[in-house]
């Protein structure tokens, strides 16, 4: 059982990072989408609700497309550690 977990973690962290590199760049499209919505909000829209709830939803975005890319970077870092570590130890 234990050894079997120990192979999945490992094929999943191990995967090359052109295979990872594109939900990387996923999380840093949606992240700049979320400056973009919430630059326009404050350039644009007049301070009401309306802009309040663009803003949030801007904030929104650029949480989420740093915590996906920031997924993705330690998925490749920790991919890199274990093929320099190891070599086939499992």
């Known amino acids: 059982m234990q050894r079997n977990w120990r192979k999945a973690f490992y094929e999943h962290y191990a995967t090359p990072a052109e295979k990872v590199f594109p939900q990387f760049k996923l999380g840093v ?3 700049f989408w979320g400056l973009v919505v ?3 909000a404050n ?3 007049e301070p009401s609700l309306a802009q309040e709830i663009v803003t949030l939803i801007g904030l929104g975005l650029i ?3 740093f915590l996906y890319s920031m997924l993705a970077q330690v998925r490749m870092l920790i991919g890199r550690f274990l093929t320099v ?3 086939n130890k499992l």
Do not use: E
């Open 29 to 31: 499209v949606i992240f």
């Open 38 to 40: 919430m630059y326009s």
């Open 43 to 45: 350039q644009l829209l």
């Open 63 to 65: 949480g989420g497309g």
């Open 85 to 87: 570590f190891t070599k």
